[in-house]
């Protein structure tokens, strides 16, 4: 099997519309495995977020690598730390004075606590969806300045198109995308998942001709451009569509678990 890493997002992706996992995939990530691939999935969630998911896949093997926060996190399954992946403070600051000036929500991550200002409708849901804590800390940008904390990831929740527009070209130091609709991400410029495909690549002493990678928005496109090939589920953003190799049916018509069994049968 030429095809032995195979990365994928979660949401939109691997995940299906109501929030669950189709059996057909579970099972053939399961065949996969079995042929002497290593499946990842590479997702903004937090570790913590996709461990508590990872019974829904069938994973279950401690070594396995995990790309959270938009590659700013790698870990095993374990917990194990493969690279941790920081934005510059002051960068992070001037982000959360801005948003703070503006009205616009925002929260922070480090590598393993989201940080917000207050406990709200919004937050609260995302974290029981997420199955994750939160830490309330007061104004964000008073916590980020005199905090010892290292933050690999920010999020905004609104209008992200707009606020991509706003902030894309205002920082060295972070790089941002959308993730859906009405969350902007934000990470290190030397995170992102098509840098951390190259660093799992490292990890596990394979070359970038043997990665197959698949997602659904534009903070896919890095991997999906950096894997030798890079597919699309048909749900997918547009943009994405458009720098991958292959489109396969939607997330919710077993796209991802077709192109496993495409990698086992070296079909792609």
């Known amino acids: 099997m030429k095809y032995r890493l195979?990365?994928?997002?979660?949401?939109?992706?691997?995940?299906?519309?109501?929030?669950?996992?189709?059996?057909?995939?579970?099972?053939?990530?399961?065949?996969?495995?079995?042929?002497?691939?290593?499946?990842?999935?590479?997702?903004?969630?937090?570790?913590?977020?996709?461990?508590?998911?990872?019974?829904?896949?069938?994973?279950?093997?401690?070594?396995?690598?995990?790309?959270?926060?938009?590659?700013?996190?790698?870990?095993?399954?374990?917990?194990?730390?493969?690279?941790?992946?920081?934005?510059?403070?002051?960068?992070?600051?001037?982000?959360?004075?801005?948003?703070?000036?503006?009205?616009?929500?925002?929260?922070?991550?480090?590598?393993?606590?989201?940080?917000?200002?207050?406990?709200?409708?919004?937050?609260?849901?995302?974290?029981?969806?997420?199955?994750?804590?939160?830490?309330?800390?007061?104004?964000?940008?008073?916590?980020?300045?005199?905090?010892?904390?290292?933050?690999?990831?920010?999020?905004?929740?609104?209008?992200?198109?707009?606020a991509l527009e706003h902030f894309k070209d205002r920082y060295e130091g972070i790089r941002f995308f959308l993730s859906s609709a009405t969350f902007l991400d934000g990470a290190s410029v030397n995170a992102g998942k098509g840098n951390a495909l190259i660093k799992l690549c490292a990890y596990l002493n394979l070359g970038i001709e043997n990665t197959v990678a698949i997602g659904d928005s534009m903070n896919d496109i890095s991997m999906v451009e950096a894997a030798c090939v890079g597919a699309a589920v048909a749900n997918a953003d547009d943009r994405l569509k458009a720098k991958a190799k292959l489109i396969v049916p939607s997330n919710d018509d077993d796209g991802v678990a077709k192109l496993l069994y495409m990698a086992i049968n070296d079909e792609i």
């Open 6 to 162: 195979f990365v994928s997002d979660f949401d939109g992706t691997a995940l299906r519309s109501d929030r669950t996992v189709s059996p057909l995939l579970a099972r053939a990530i399961k065949d996969y495995e079995s042929a002497g691939g290593t499946f990842v999935i590479s997702s903004g969630r937090m570790f913590e977020s996709i461990v508590a998911h990872a019974c829904l896949l069938g994973l279950d093997d401690a070594d396995m690598p995990i790309c959270a926060q938009d590659g700013g996190v790698i870990k095993t399954l374990s917990g194990k730390e493969i690279a941790i992946t920081t934005m510059p403070k002051s960068d992070v600051l001037d982000f959360a004075l801005e948003c703070e000036r503006s009205g616009l929500y925002f929260q922070v991550y480090s590598k393993d606590t989201l940080f917000v200002e207050k406990a709200n409708e919004f937050n609260l849901g995302y974290c029981n969806v997420s199955k994750i804590g939160m830490r309330e800390v007061g104004k964000l940008s008073d916590f980020i300045a005199f905090s010892d904390e290292q933050f690999v990831k920010v999020l905004h929740h609104g209008d992200a198109e707009w």
